[in-house]
């Protein structure tokens, strides 16, 4: 944490407190402890801290900017993996360190614009969004709808995208003077491309625990002994019993209707997404004047080609463009998709004038569209029609549910107000598991309702919640069962199994010794296949980053294989057994041969150490404005609520 104004400054700190003092009156106390108390601040970059006062100047970090951050964290992992970490969990693991980090580094960022005078226009803004792939449409141009439902979807506010966008535009600005461009040397480019390409191909034979079928049961002291050394293995979890509500579409079906004549509408608009639109094969030739196009057409209706006619009046004899089979909506709109979906086959008796000159026209071919009859998509549209009114049924029934629950004060009592059904799941752990290991917490935002119970004290019930699904759901947790340790009686079973587990391990790591032994004094992997029972295998040759699965060449058996020296065999630990792996053979690569994925990997590697000095310069900036966290704040931030 940085003290790093002095104060020695004091004529300086004497103006400043006389500017506050001037502030306070023009302004009001009120308003400024509005301003400032809209959340705690957590950290500080740049500034001047004034004992009693607080900070002059610099960047303020509110916990709210972190707690954000930490959230969109966890719905980040919930998107990749499906489950949202529980807090406790995500703490543990320091996501809560990692939000405010980032945070941080934002803040550093937009003081560094700051103080370097960078401006970003809204038009810059709005160009670099309309530029980004991820919004464009089907046209390839942007498409403001789609801008929105990625947004929605990545849960992000579109000032805050904005925000960012502009933090980016400023931060390349500042960044600039970062060429890529041979940045990595030469030999460090030649060294580092030589170790990824390398390959090396390996003989493996597994060897699972379970080749050792004779495992005694243990002895009552054995087992007294066991579970009196691993009791924390076979804990019994903390059990909680809760009700709920779920409120989802489903529960607005029944309120839509949807008449025949918007279903006959719907179906007008959207005609282009049922059946096959009409194609046409096209050539065209194009002049820059109305006489000329006149004068091939006179020329192709007296008997010559339009080839031959472009040609002569053109001079051109590339001045035939086939456009092959096009729908209309692949032509621009206007005159000249019009026109060219209006003719019969042959040569148009008249030029088609577009912005892009005189076009003389040649239908090919015709392939009629063919349309889907209504009957056979209504029930289709009728469906899409439902789903898109349900949302604002769904709202509306939320905000009924919300209002009558701050009234009752009771989720039960709102629930039979508005006829919804309260469900509910007795003794089930952090994981929807009952006492057997069985799942029985499933169905729509499962997961959810869990987090939500095992988050919410005994007798009392949650907020309302929203999962990124569009459900919403409140919790009341109606009992709690603590976690304790079990008599042994209760888990002898389990017990028994994992002793002898256990010693099944210890006995097939004997035998994998005894292999890896033999191995290294020169038996080959056929005889010590053999003489185990089991079978060799050759895989495939590999890189470092590369592997192997349906010959036991996992990731963590390749990166042993890369330490091996030729011949030499090591074994590698799994969950459930051991691979043996032997260098077989080993195929260095050629510089010379592979040049381009050379100079590939250069630009790479360039890009890399390019990025590492544009950390480093984050770091320079972090060092220059130092930054201060207010630990105490910050654990504040993430404590439970009590």
């Known amino acids: 944490m940085n003290q790093f104004r002095k104060y020695a400054r004091y004529v300086i700190l004497f103006i400043l407190f006389g500017m506050l003092i001037v502030s306070f009156g023009l302004w009001g106390v009120g308003d400024m402890l509005k301003v400032v108390g809209r959340s705690s601040e957590v950290a500080h970059v740049g500034g001047t801290k004034i004992p009693l006062y607080g900070w002059v100047g610099g960047a303020p970090v509110y916990a709210t900017e972190v707690r954000e951050q930490f959230n969109r964290q966890l719905e980040a992992i919930q998107r990749q993996t499906g489950q949202r970490p529980e807090q406790e969990q995500a703490l543990r693991y320091g996501l809560h360190v990692r939000a405010l980090e980032e945070v941080i580094q934002r ?91 390398e390959k090396r191909t390996a003989e493996t034979i597994y060897i699972p625990d379970a080749i050792v079928v004779d495992v005694p ?43 025949s004549d918007a279903v006959r509408q719907e179906y007008e608009a959207r005609a282009a997404e049922f ?17 000329k196009a006149k004068a091939i057409i006179a020329a192709a209706q007296g008997g010559k080609s339009l080839e031959d006619a472009a040609k002569e009046v053109t001079g051109n004899a590339d001045g035939v463009i086939k456009l092959g089979l096009v729908t ?41 569209g063919k349309a889907v009859p209504f009957d056979e998509v209504k029930e289709k549209l ?13 709202i509306k029934l939320v905000t009924d549910f919300e209002r009558t629950l701050s009234k009752t004060q009771s989720m039960k009592g709102a629930a039979e107000d508005l006829g919804l059904k309260v469900r509910t799941y007795e003794n089930v752990d952090a994981r929807g598991q009952d006492a057997s290991g069985k799942q029985v917490v499933i169905g729509p935002a499962s997961a959810e309702l869990v987090q939500a119970a095992f988050a919410t004290r005994e007798s009392a019930e949650s907020d309302l919640l929203e999962t990124p699904r569009g459900e919403y759901f409140i919790v009341r947790t109606d009992r709690i069962t603590p976690a304790r340790a079990p008599t042994l009686a209760e888990v002898e079973d389990r017990v028994v199994a994992a002793w002898q587990n256990e010693e099944r391990r210890k006995l097939a790591d004997a035998k994998v010794k005894d292999a890896l032994e033999k191995a290294n004094a020169g038996t080959d992997f056929a005889t010590l296949a053999k003489d185990l029972g089991l079978e060799a295998r050759m895989a495939k040759p590999v890189t470092r980053f590369e592997a192997d699965a349906g010959n036991y060449l996992s990731q963590p058996v390749v ?84």
């Open 382 to 394: 009728e469906k899409d029609l439902k789903a898109q009114q349900a949302p604002d049924l769904l």
């Open 559 to 642: 990166v042993e294989l890369f330490k091996l020296a030729p011949d030499k065999t090591a074994s590698v630990r799994t969950a459930e057994g051991s691979v043996l792996v032997r260098v077989k053979s080993i195929e260095a690569p050629d510089l010379s041969k592979d040049k381009d994925q050379l100079d590939r990997f250069g630009k790479q590697l360039d890009t890399m150490v390019a990025n590492d000095l544009i950390l480093q310069l984050i770091a320079a900036l972090r060092a220059k404005y130092g930054v201060t966290v207010d630990e105490a704040a910050f654990q504040a931030t993430f404590a439970p609520q009590q």
């Open 217 to 259: 049961k243990p002895t009552p002291e054995q087992l007294n002994s066991y579970f009196e050394a691993n009791k924390a293995k076979f804990q019994i979890p903390e059990f909680r019993a809760f009700s709920y509500v779920m409120i989802t579409v489903d529960d607005v079906q029944s309120q839509v209707a949807v008449t």
């Open 107 to 197: 803040t550093v960022l937009d003081y560094a614009i700051r103080e370097f005078g960078l401006i970003v226009s809204d038009e810059e803004v709005r160009a670099a969004i309309a530029r980004n792939p991820a919004f464009q449409g089907t046209g390839g141009s942007f498409d403001p709808l789609l801008y929105r439902n990625r947004l929605q979807q990545a849960r992000i506010s579109e000032p805050q995208f904005v925000l960012d966008m502009r933090r980016e535009i400023a931060a390349s600005q500042l960044f600039g003077a970062v060429r890529a461009d041979g940045l990595a040397p030469v030999s460090l480019r030649d060294q580092i491309f030589k170790l990824e390409s």
């Open 275 to 291: 059946g096959t639109p009409e194609k046409r094969d096209v050539d065209q030739a194009m002049t820059d004047t109305e006489d």
């Open 328 to 368: 209309k909506k692949d032509l621009p709109p206007g005159p000249l998709a019009d026109g060219i979906f209006g003719l019969p086959e042959g040569i148009a008796p008249a030029p088609i004038q577009s912005p892009l000159g005189w076009h003389i026209v040649r239908i090919n071919k015709i392939e009629a």
